[in-house]
Structure formats: structure tokens, C-alpha cells
């Protein structure tokens, strides 16, 4: 029997009058990929957020690999690493000099044989002591996606992961997930580029106005709202789950 790694009860999340989530829960087991996907404003950016213990729920239980975010922040925090959609580096700190510092953060023992690997399979070897001012918008995310693989998390959450990149660099960041997933991780991949998504998620979460409109699994979305062939892409899911027309399908993991 799998143990559930991200578990998320009845999450709330407003800010002063206005409710970004609304009563969400899901959750992701080893070796899942949960697509999170919905219009702007959804909630998607909250709710990665929130599980991350960046911002703090308004009320809910969230869980990382068995330890609440809130009352047990450290220890789910070392299980974790988010990748925000426009990650913040250390402008005067090199590539190698963001390794180094997360592995003193996670007390990474054997971080240098891992780091050289990671530098070496997104091509950043040779820019190993660039300093993060001077990089690219895709050697940044890069240099992020190699940050949160360093201490080998069990959960890993993506916001816009392919921002920045290059058709080789996606196609490396999406191999490097399902490595990680067949290792047993648990990944969240939040992005408006539905073929992504839908390419590499065995279950979706889609939101609307912070509410869930369906969860499952990939092609249980297929079924779950009238309307929506067998054979639909992600995209005619989407639009309509999201546009009015959809009942929201509320019957759990398909």
C-alpha cells in the first residue's frame, strides 16, 4: 500500500477580502506527477506556496511526507524543494557557490560528486563560476532545477518549469522529472502549457476561481464531465472544465 507524500485537507487561502483557495483537497502519492493546471488567478501559485511553507493557510491541514507544513515546518521542508516560476538567485554568488550553500542548508554530506552531475546534465560545466547576475533566464532556472535536486527531496513542486528554456533544456527538465518520479518522488508541475502537462502528469487538478473543478487521474478527466470525448486533449478538457460549461466533477481520484 503507497503512503500518501502531499496530503491536503479542506485548504483555505485568503488575503484581507479576497479568497484565493477555496476548501481544496488532493493529494500525491510516490510516484505520481499531478498536473496542476487552471486560468489565471486559480489559486495554482497559492496553493504550491502554501505546501511549500512559504506563505502560511488560512486553515487546512497540509502535509509533506507525513509532517505538517505549519507545526512541523523544518522537518517537512528538508523532504521538499519548490522551483518558483521566476526563481531568486544570489546575483553575486556563482553556479557552484548555490550548490555549496544549499548543501550547508540540507546538510547535504556528499553534495560535490551530485552537484557535478547535475551541472553536467543541463550543461553547466562551463559556467560552473559564472556568478547569477550574469546568467540567461534559462541558465537561472536551470541553475534552480539543479538547486532543488541536490538533497534527492521526496516531493518536488514546479511553477512554470519550462520558462526561460530552450527546447533542449525542456526536454532535459522533463527526463530529469520522470528519473526522479521512477525513483519514487512526487511531483507537482504547475503550467499553462497544457501539452506538457498532459504529456507528462498521470493526474490533473484543475482550478477555477480557487475552487477545484476536477481531480484524478489523466484520463479519468475524459470522463468526468459531459460533454468531453474519450479521445480530448488536455486543452478541450481545460477550456471545458473552465469556461462555464462543466459540471464540476467532484468524485475524487478517477
Same mark, same amino acid.
Given at each position: 500500500m503507497?503512503?500518501t ?8 487561502k485568503?488575503y ?8 481544496l ?10 498536473g496542476l493546471v ?9 496553493t504550491l506556496r502554501?505546501?511549500a511553507?512559504?506563505?502560511p493557510?488560512?486553515?487546512g491541514?497540509?502535509t ?7 507545526s512541523?515546518a ?7 524543494a519548490y ?10 554568488l556563482? *553556479?557552484? $557557490?548555490?550548490l555549496e550553500?544549499v +548543501?550547508?542548508a540540507?546538510r547535504v554530506?556528499?553534495?560535490r @560528486?551530485?552537484? /557535478?552531475a547535475?551541472?553536467h546534465r543541463?550543461d553547466?560545466?562551463?559556467k ?5 547576475q ?10 534552480a532545477?539543479c538547486?532543488?535536486?541536490?538533497h534527492?527531496p ?9 520558462v526561460?528554456?530552450?527546447?533542449r533544456?525542456?526536454?532535459?527538465m522533463?527526463d530529469? *522529472?520522470? $528519473?526522479r518520479?521512477?525513483?519514487? +518522488?512526487?511531483v507537482?508541475v504547475?503550467?499553462h502549457?497544457? @501539452?506538457?502537462? /498532459?504529456?507528462m502528469c ?5 482550478l477555477?476561481?480557487?475552487k ?7 484520463s ?6 459531459t460533454?468531453?470525448?474519450?479521445d480530448?486533449s488536455l ?19 478517477s
Amino acid at each position: 500500500m503507497r503512503t500518501t507524500v502531499i496530503h491536503v485537507q479542506n485548504f483555505n487561502k485568503t488575503y484581507r477580502d479576497t479568497v484565493a483557495v477555496n476548501d481544496l483537497s488532493f493529494e500525491v502519492n510516490p510516484g505520481e506527477i499531478l498536473g496542476l493546471v487552471g486560468p489565471n488567478g486559480a489559486g495554482k501559485t497559492s496553493t504550491l506556496r502554501s505546501v511549500a511553507g512559504i506563505i502560511p493557510p488560512t486553515s487546512g491541514t497540509l502535509t509533506v511526507a507525513g509532517h505538517d507544513i505549519v507545526s512541523d515546518a523544518i522537518a517537512a521542508k528538508r523532504k521538499l524543494a519548490y522551483v518558483p516560476d521566476d526563481p531568486k538567485l544570489f546575483d553575486t554568488l556563482t *553556479i557552484w $557557490e548555490h550548490l555549496e550553500f544549499v +548543501a550547508m542548508a540540507y546538510r547535504v554530506a556528499d553534495w560535490r @560528486e551530485r552537484g /557535478e552531475a547535475l551541472l553536467h546534465r543541463f550543461d553547466l560545466t562551463a559556467k560552473r563560476r559564472t556568478v547569477a547576475q550574469e546568467l540567461s533566464r534559462g541558465m537561472r532556472q536551470k541553475v534552480a532545477i539543479c538547486c532543488a535536486y541536490l538533497h534527492d527531496p521526496q516531493v518536488i513542486m514546479f511553477d512554470e518549469p519550462h520558462v526561460g528554456l530552450d527546447p533542449r533544456g525542456i526536454r532535459t527538465m522533463k527526463d530529469s *522529472i520522470l $528519473e526522479r518520479v521512477q525513483l519514487g +518522488a512526487s511531483v507537482v508541475v504547475s503550467s499553462h502549457l497544457l @501539452e506538457l502537462v /498532459e504529456d507528462m502528469c498521470t493526474h490533473l487538478l484543475i482550478l477555477h476561481k480557487g475552487k477545484r473543478i476536477y481531480f484524478g487521474s489523466m484520463s479519468g478527466a475524459r470522463t468526468a464531465f459531459t460533454g468531453v470525448g474519450g479521445d480530448a486533449s488536455l486543452e478541450e478538457i481545460f477550456f471545458h472544465a473552465t469556461e462555464g460549461s462543466a459540471e464540476t466533477a467532484e468524485s475524487g481520484v478517477s
